[in-house]
């Protein structure tokens, strides 16, 4: 299936916080999320798939007075390794401005949507940029459940980054409400309520009352917000929206929990989804000054720390403020470029190189990756025989080596002594390593 579209620009933008250090860390340059529902016939559940794509890391070309550009967004949907169906989108996006194509907070949302029934699908999705002639590949794996099994069942939850309560045909319809997906599943940066949507399947309390539980978890299973609410049910489904407030936890992993007692027995049914919270580097310093100036680590000098470390807590953002605008490359314009790469590197670390229990700026390859950027070159070595998983980073200017190990088989990439020099001579990675 092949669809071919135009567009004038469904572009959105993120909030931006109000402060003299204001800045706006670069997102990766594609995102999807799914949706999980019943559909209307029996056997034919709806699985949508919703993308996010930002407008800075597209390639755009000037044609007939504006910026142009093309892409494609296939899905490829397999059972197993059989492919049971897929759909290709071209699109088009126009913009007036070259400042609006480089804007790091625009992108544009949009669905493909397919009609499976219930097993266990791989899905390939793959953004197409066609005027860079560069593709980026993103696969996951999905369950689809027997919604028409006569037992009571909660659809998939749906991340959402608004809720408009008022129909509108679109896309993003679901009955009386127009919801908008938060594709990244990442909340801070101004977005500070988790907001939701799921649907809820059950024949015998149509009519009735029932009460659902909504739990926030942390990465160790513990409850860290909680909520309890009541939904009148009319008829046999039911489409429920809400939110909760994400001001009080802080960045990390956490987990997402809606459920209800039903049947006789009062059986709980459960569905869950997982999302992070991210702030930016001004959230930071106002709800964690002293992680925010850990994160300076790679920047800042033992006595630049420690004078931050130290600073009365009324002066901190400004003190804060002046150590960047000692490092402004540029103090002349309102951009602090420095402060800009910095931060985009550290979220960089952070969406790529996070472990349990550490975030990517404190691992060894997010240490690597702020100090001195994406590598010229990365040999990778994950199944090597009789190896522990490793890999090799090559700076070509000034040059560099620099090997990790994975010491314990859980991602944990280690850095190996001494950095620069002949690998072999660094360490035996053959017969196990260390």
């Avoid at 009352?209 to 909520?227: E, N, W």
């Avoid at 000098?301 to 009324?314: F, H, M, Q």
Wanted: proline share 5%; net charge negative; charged share 25%.
């Amino acid at each position: 299936m092949r669809i071919a579209i135009v567009v004038a620009a469904l572009v959105l933008s993120f909030g931006l916080l109000t402060g003299q250090a204001q800045m706006v860390t670069e997102p990766a340059a594609f995102y999807i999320d799914f949706g999980i529902f019943a559909g209307e016939n029996a056997d034919e559940d709806l699985r949508e798939i919703y993308y996010q794509i930002y407008l800075s890391r597209l390639l755009f070309v000037r044609a007939e007075g504006d910026y142009r550009a093309n892409y494609t967004v296939s899905a490829v949907i397999k059972e197993g390794k059989k492919q049971i169906t897929g759909i290709e989108r071209d699109t088009t996006i126009i913009v007036e401005s070259y400042d609006r194509a480089s804007d790091p907070r625009a992108f544009v949302l949009n669905a493909l949507k397919f009609k499976l029934r219930p097993g266990r699908y791989n899905i390939d999705v793959t953004l197409n940029d066609l005027n860079a002639s560069s593709s980026i590949p993103l696969q996951t794996t999905v369950s689809v459940p027997d919604f028409d099994s006569p037992k009571p069942h909660i659809s998939g939850i749906e991340f959402a980054r608004k809720i408009d309560t008022a129909a509108v045909m679109g896309v993003f319809n679901k009955g009386n409400y127009q919801v908008i997906p938060s594709c990244s599943r990442r909340y801070g940066d101004g977005l500070m309520y988790l907001k939701y949507y799921f649907e809820y399947y059950d024949a015998g309390r149509a009519d009735s009352m029932a009460q659902f539980i909504y739990d926030i978890k942390d990465d160790r299973g513990g409850v860290v917000a909680s909520a309890t609410i009541e939904h009148k049910l009319e008829g046999d489904r039911i489409g429920i929206i809400d939110s909760m407030n994400l001001e009080n936890l802080k960045p990390g992993q956490y987990e997402f929990q809606v459920s209800t007692a039903a049947g006789p027995k009062g059986e709980l049914v459960i569905r869950s989804g997982s999302f992070s919270i991210r702030w930016t580097a001004l959230e930071m310093v106002q709800n964690d000054y002293e992680r925010a100036v850990r994160q300076l680590r790679y920047i800042a000098d033992s006595r630049e720390i420690e004078s931050l470390k130290n600073t009365p807590k009324d002066s901190r953002l400004k003190e804060w403020n002046d150590f960047w605008k000692s490092r402004d490359p540029s103090p002349d314009t309102d951009e602090n470029e420095l402060m800009q790469e910095y931060y985009n590197r550290v979220a960089f670390a952070n969406a790529h190189y996070e472990i349990p229990n550490k975030p990517g700026w404190e691992t060894d390859m997010g240490m690597i990756y702020i100090i001195n950027g994406e590598p010229d070159e990365i040999e990778r070595h994950p199944f090597d025989m009789d190896t522990k998983p490793y890999e090799i980073w090559y700076y070509y200017n000034p040059r560099r080596r620099f090997l990790f190990i994975d010491m314990g088989g859980y991602n944990d990439y280690v850095l190996q002594y001494p950095f620069d020099g002949d690998v072999n001579k660094q360490i035996n990675v053959r017969g196990g390593g260390p």
